[in-house]
């Protein structure tokens, strides 16, 4: 991936694109793949978590900044709440960096497991 710089003109169509393809990978974690499968999809996003996540939570803490620097909204209690509620929806987005490498980590080891429908047997299979 390479660096944006100022000259990148950045679209909604580029957001679009990013959004549609997140909805994508969770509509496929849906499915329950198997566990490669699943490691292999979500290895290029734990690894780039921690730009990923500090970019979300910086995203969401502009917007918080934004909102309360604009000078067309007044400053009333569901500003200060929307405030309040983008700055903590960035602080449990940065929590999330150890929870997602714990999760690569267990996919990558464990063995396929699939749901049996008498809901009988240990849910592995060898």
């Known amino acids: 991936?390479?660096?944006l710089t100022f000259d990148d003109a950045l679209?909604?169509?580029d957001i679009h694109?990013?959004?549609?393809?997140?909805?994508?990978?969770?509509?496929?974690?849906?499915?329950?793949?198997?566990n490669t499968e699943a490691a292999a999809l979500l290895a290029p996003l734990v690894h780039?978590?921690?730009?990923?996540i500090d970019t979300v939570a910086q995203v969401l803490r502009e917007v918080?900044?934004?909102l309360a620097q604009h000078a067309d909204v007044p400053w009333d209690a569901t500003v200060t709440d929307l405030v309040r509620e983008y700055l903590d929806a960035a602080t449990a987005v940065d929590?999330?960096?150890?929870?997602l490498s714990k999760t690569?980590?267990?996919l990558e080891q464990a063995p396929i497991?699939?749901?049996?429908?008498d809901g009988g047997g240990s849910g592995t299979c060898r």
Do not use: W
């Not at 780039?48 to 990923?52: C, N, S, T």
């Open 1 to 3: 991936m390479t660096d």
């Open 48 to 52: 780039a978590a921690p730009a990923l």
């Open 113 to 117: 497991r699939t749901v049996h429908g």
């Open 17 to 34: 694109r990013a959004v549609h393809t997140l909805a994508r990978l969770t509509d496929h974690l849906r499915t329950g793949p198997e």
């Open 64 to 66: 918080s900044r934004l």
């Open 104 to 106: 690569l980590s267990l």
């Open 95 to 99: 929590q999330l960096r150890n929870p």
């Open 11 to 13: 679209t909604a169509e």
